[in-house]
C-alpha cells in the first residue's frame, strides 16, 4: 500500500494513538510524542500541514522497530 501523499503531522499524531503515541510537548514547528506501551518510546515529528512521503515513512519505520512490527503492516492499519 502507498504512503499517503497529503497527511500533516498533527494528524499523523492523532493515528500513531493507535500505538499509545500522545504528544507530550511542542517546540517551535516540532511535536514530541511518547510512548509506554512496549517500554518508552520518544518521537519527533513536524507539525507542517504536509509531510513528505519520505518523513513520513522515516517515522513510521520508527513505530514499527518499536512495536516489532513491519512498516507494511503499519500503514495498513493505519488508512485502512
Known amino acids: 500500500m502507498k504512503l499517503p501523499r ?3 503531522g498533527r ?3 492523532k493515528l ?3 500505538y ?3 504528544i507530550v510537548r511542542q517546540t517551535g514547528s516540532h511535536l514530541r510524542l511518547t510512548t509506554q506501551l512496549g517500554g518508552e518510546h520518544h518521537l519527533t515529528i513536524p507539525a507542517h500541514e504536509s509531510l ?3 518523513t513520513v515513512s522515516a517515522i ?3 513505530v514499527a522497530v ?3 512490527l ?3 503492516e503499519i500503514v495498513r492499519e493505519l488508512w485502512q
Open 6 to 8: 497529503d497527511i500533516g
Open 11 to 13: 494528524e499523523l499524531a
Open 16 to 18: 500513531l494513538a493507535r
Open 20 to 22: 499509545g503515541y500522545q
Open 52 to 54: 513528505r512521503v519520505g
Open 60 to 62: 513510521l519505520q520508527e
Open 66 to 68: 518499536h512495536v516489532k
Open 70 to 72: 513491519d512498516r507494511s
